[in-house]
Each structure stands twice: as C-alpha cells, then as structure tokens.
C-alpha cells in the first residue's frame, strides 16, 4: 500500500511530528510505502507567523498553491489519501471534492475544533478567507475520520460513523523523568506550548502572585514570551525538540490553563501527556480533554477557579513527596496509555483495512 499525507505543514511543525511522524517508522516496518506532501515549504513555514515578510509571503503561497494542485492530480497514483486538517488552507473544499473523484479510500485526521473559526490568526488580514464549514465536508468525504479527543468525536460522528479516537501519542523513549535532581532555592513551575497560545498562561497571573507571597517559586515558559509582574519569570520564545526536553527536565510542576469556550473543549491537552511522561505533577483547568487525561488525585488535579488553582498549586509546593507520588503515577499512565509504543497499532489497525 502507498499513501500520500497531505498536510498543512513541514516536518518541523508540532501536528505533523506528533499525530504523524511518529508513526512513520512503524509504517516503514510494516511495508506501507508513504509520500509526505506539505503545503507550506519550510522556507514559508519560518516566516508565516511572523510580522511582515509581505512579498516573501506572497512568492510561498504562490509556490505552495501551484505545488498543492499537483499534489491533486497526483493523488490518483496512491492506494490511500491521508488528510491532515485540511488540503488547502482558504476557501471551501473544493480539492477536497476533487480528490473523492478519484475514488481512493480517504483518511481525515483533525485534533482541533477547526470546525470553528479561528479563535486567533497570525495573518489576520487574511483570517477572513477561512472556511471552518469545509470540514463537516472533509468528514462526510472521509472513508475514515481520526480524532485526537471524545469532543471532537462528538462532533464528527454526526456527519460520519466510521470515527476513530486517537490520542496524540508522546514518545516516553524520549521524554523520561529527570534523575539525580538537584536541590533549588525555588520550585519552577513550567508551561510549554507556543507564540499563540501563551495567552491562556496569563490567566494565571493573579494565581503566581498570590503563591508567590508564601512560597519561593519561578515560572517557566517554554514556546512563548511570559512576564509577570512581581513574580520571577524565564521565558524561552524560540523552540526546538532539544530546548523542550531540557526545560522539561527543570520544571517540578506542570500547568496547563485555558478557558472554557468550544474552542478549548477540543484541545487534545498534549502538554499534559509530555510533563506526565517527564514525571512532572500537573495542575490543569478542568476542560475538555483535560478531564479525560488527569486523574485528579493520582496523576495531577483539575481546577476551575482561580482559588482552586492556588489551592492545588499549594499543596504540590508545600509537599515534595505528593509531587514525586503523582509524577510517577503520571509517567506510568502516559507510557501505558498515551505512548507512541501503545497507539502505533491503533494508528495501523486504522489503516489496514484499506491495505491491497
């Protein structure tokens, strides 16, 4: 069987490493030939998110809208159309359309509620060509949907039954929990994540002031630019797979805030699973996926209020052997639940009955 991956983004791009990538070697061992066919270049993928860069914008999209209708008529010479999150990233579903002509077994995989419309945009002048509509279409073209969560599943199999829930695997080959920690002055609370999501950390600001008053701590942020006043902060805006470990590996506590919005429901709480296998306790808001990964109590604990999220940040700092108790009962779930090893032959089984 050979399958072609259409996919919004290059190899250095978290949705395509984590829900694909990861997978590939076990394609490879199991005979499965693959293409890997990204809309964006690498070269565009650097300066897309960035401010300005008009003309050298313009010059990519131009490339990368030639090469995607290519990647269309090509599609006829695979056994298996592989979609990632959408083909063409403005406007409705046209390729999408053109591509069920070819009468090839399609596989849709999303693990965002793109269904809605874009809860923020980098290149907001052009936000408004987007069209979250076309995934309900995606999903009714599909031969099978793949979802990163229970609400997104929700949502999709009211347009398609054959939907699979996958979460989005974390490698615990690679992230493993630090040994031989050092004693520091300060507990680090950690958060990973990007530019554009940082937002949801400064939820939390009122929260680490108040901790702040009654225990020494620093925040932690990696994948984005965080300050907060009063409060000792360190933030690393630019990432890399290397720079990740290495500040998982300082954080003694992880948080992942967001809002409660449709938005957030679909949130696959990947972040959650990495400071999990790196044996990290979390403090997570009790929203969407969230309430399906942490088991409060055991693994982590869930708030909803600002005073829960200082009353369950304090207890983790007051009490070192709590930490160390559910960060290892954080890394056990995570390798027997959520790792690459265990959701490989989901991934597989998803595929295998369109092998030929």
Request: overall charge neutral.
């Amino acid at each position: 069987m050979r399958i072609l991956f259409l996919v919004p983004w290059p190899d250095q791009s978290g949705p395509f490493r984590f829900r694909i990538g990861q997978y590939l070697p076990f394609l490879q061992l199991n005979g499965i030939d693959y293409e890997i066919r990204p809309f964006m270049s690498p070269e565009f993928f650097e300066i897309v998110y960035r401010k300005g860069h008009t003309v050298g914008k313009l010059a990519h999209f131009m490339e990368s809208c030639a090469g995607r209708f290519l990647d269309t008529l090509r599609a006829r010479k695979h056994d298996l159309l592989f979609i990632q999150r959408e083909v063409f990233p403005y406007g409705p579903a046209l390729l999408e359309r053109i591509l069920s002509l070819w009468n090839r077994p399609i596989v849709f995989d999303f693990d965002d509620a793109i269904y809605l419309p874009a809860s923020h945009s980098p290149n907001k002048s052009l936000a408004w060509l987007k069209c979250p509509s076309k995934t309900a279409t995606t999903v009714r073209l599909a031969t099978r949907v793949i979802v990163g969560n229970s609400v997104l599943e929700q949502y999709a199999r009211r347009i398609n039954p054959n939907v699979v829930v996958l979460p989005t695997p974390v490698d615990t080959d690679e992230i493993r929990p630090r040994e031989n920690v050092p004693k520091q002055d300060k507990v680090t609370i950690g958060w990973t994540g990007s530019p554009s999501t940082v937002a949801y950390l400064h939820g939390l600001d009122s929260v680490f002031q108040e901790i702040s008053r009654h225990y020494p701590i620093r925040v932690e942020v990696y994948g984005g630019l965080y300050h907060c006043e009063g409060v000792e902060t360190r933030s690393t805006p630019e990432w890399t797979r290397t720079g990740e470990l290495d500040a998982l590996n300082r954080f003694d506590i992880g948080v992942m805030p967001l809002t409660d919005d449709e938005w957030t429901r679909g949130k696959c709480g990947f972040k959650i699973l990495e400071y999990m296998a790196a044996g990290i306790p979390t403090v997570a808001s009790a929203v969407g996926a969230n309430n399906e990964i942490v088991m409060a109590g055991s693994t982590g604990l869930l708030a909803s209020t600002q005073s829960e999220w200082i009353d369950h940040l304090e207890t983790l700092l007051g009490n070192p052997r709590l930490r160390s108790e559910m960060g290892a009962n954080g890394r056990f779930r995570a390798v027997q639940e959520y790792s690459v090893q265990v959701n490989a032959p989901k991934f597989l089984d998803a595929l295998q009955i369109y092998r030929s």
